[in-house]
């Protein structure tokens, strides 16, 4: 069950650290070169989109293992708080990048 949930927190942070990473370059790079045809921004996010996502995969692993005491329900609970959380911010990230 632990493995799982692990499983589980590593894909909630590798969708954030893709998401997270990859606007951050996007807004990055056109402030840098500005907003031709959105070229720099789409090279900022799929640059940062695998790295992000390598990342928050592997910090989700290491915040979920790292803890022996911590109940299966409340590592659920934490993990379903989080996707919500990225289900709600989602759409108003969505035009920035």
Known sequence: MR???AFLAGVVGAIAGAQGLGLLLASILTNMYGPREGSAGMAGFFMGAPVGAIA???LGLWLVLRRKEASPGAILAWIAAAVVAL???SPFLWEYA
């Open 3 to 5: 493995g799982l949930l």
């Open 56 to 58: 928050g995969f592997a």
């Open 87 to 89: 289900v709600v911010i």
